[in-house]
Each structure stands twice: as C-alpha cells, then as structure tokens.
C-alpha cells in the first residue's frame, strides 16, 4: 500500500468497517450514515445494520452496489491492518460473493444478501496491479505454495489463469503483493472454509495512483 492509498484507507476503515460500500465522495448525503441509524433488529440482533429499500435502491443506483444487500456488519471498533470482522450467527444458506474494493483496501464477503465477513486488504504494487472486474474462484488450496515466487500462499482462492489469488498474507503497513488480494490468516481460514469454486468476486476501485495517473 501506498501514500494517498492508505490515507484513503485510514479515512474509511476509522469511520466504519462497513462503511466501505458506501464511501463514494460525490454521493451527497451518505448511505452509510443512514445505514448506521437503520433498524438493528434482524438475523443477529445488534451484530447488524440492515439498509432500508431508498438505502439499497441509492446504492444500486449509483453503482456502488449491483445487487440487493440486506444486511452489513455493525463493527464497532475501527479495524486496522491485520485485524478482520466475521459473524455468520443466524445467517441462512444461500449464494456466497466476495466485494473487494481496492481503495478503500476492505474485502466483504456476502451470504444469502447478508455480509458475514470483512477484512482491511492488502493488494498488488505498481510493478503487478491487482485486476478489477467480475471474477470467479476458480480453484482451492488450502497448502498452496507459488513456484514462480517461491512463497507460501496458504488458503489459496485462484481467480485468474495466471495465479491472481485471494490467500492469507502480511497484511502490514506498506505490505504488497503481486496482484493478488492478501488477507489475515485466521479471516483466510474462514473465507477458505465458506466459498466454493464457482462463487463470484466483484472487484472494484482502482487505487488513487493508477485512477489518477
């Protein structure tokens, strides 16, 4: 990660771990503040900020969502680099899918419209950009080792041909990858553990140095 980006990440992840998917600047009024005074009754009581229809139909209209969301995390305490959120308490089964958002450096992982995950990220340097789009796990391992760097890449989730992955990492301050999405290793456990080869990852936002560039 680097200057402009982590000042970004620093900004959203101290307001609200979930505040990621709504922390557009040009949104006016934002969603995650009417989202932080929403109803928090629901699957898992207090442990949840549930949006209401204008919330999600703002979101969706903006595009800062594709889908209908139903319910976010209620973290309470500002996540820093290394620590992650996951509650899946009373959450049914249903279609799992990740959102990563490069600029904010926060993944979320989503079950039956209900997110039961997030982590601060840490992702690709200038030299091996993290690529953004639609993406699906391809394939899973949880022992993965790369060949081409020679380094142990547990939990893996592979999401390109070439090797970009979701795998557990150093998720430090000034840590970065070679294009792929690094996440704690306890938060790479869990996420290993409720996704399957097939699920969707929706990676958006570019970081500040390359949308600005």
């Not at 992982?109 to 840490?122: P, Y």
């Not at 999405?181 to 140095?209: K, Q, S």
Request: hydrophobic share 45%.
């Amino acid at each position: 990660m680097r200057g402009g980006v982590i000042a970004v990440a620093a900004a959203v992840v101290a307001a609200s771990a979930a505040a990621w998917a709504f922390a557009l600047p040009d949104r006016g009024t934002s969603i995650e503040a009417a989202a932080q005074a929403a109803s928090a009754s629901g699957p898992a009581g207090h442990d949840r900020l549930f949006l209401t229809k204008a919330q999600l139909d703002q979101a969706i209209a903006s595009g800062t969502l594709d889908r209908p969301v139903k319910s976010l995390l209620a973290v309470r305490v500002p996540l820093h680099f290394g620590d992650y959120s996951w509650n899946d308490r009373g959450v049914p089964a249903g279609t799992t899918w990740l959102r990563i958002d490069l600029r904010s450096q926060l993944i979320s992982v989503f079950r039956a419209g209900h997110e039961i995950g997030t982590a601060v990220i840490v992702y690709g340097g200038d030299n091996k950009q993290t690529p953004a789009g639609k993406l699906h796990i391809l394939a899973k391992a949880q022992n993965h080792r790369s060949s081409l760097y020679d380094a142990a890449m547990p939990y893996t989730l592979r999401l390109t041909g070439d090797g970009v992955s979701i795998h557990a990492s150093n998720v430090s301050w000034g840590a970065a990858t070679h294009g792929c999405i690094g996440v704690p290793m306890p938060f790479a456990e869990r996420l290993f553990n409720a996704t399957r080869v097939g699920d969707e990852v929706v990676v958006v936002g570019l970081p500040l140095r390359a949308a600005t560039a």
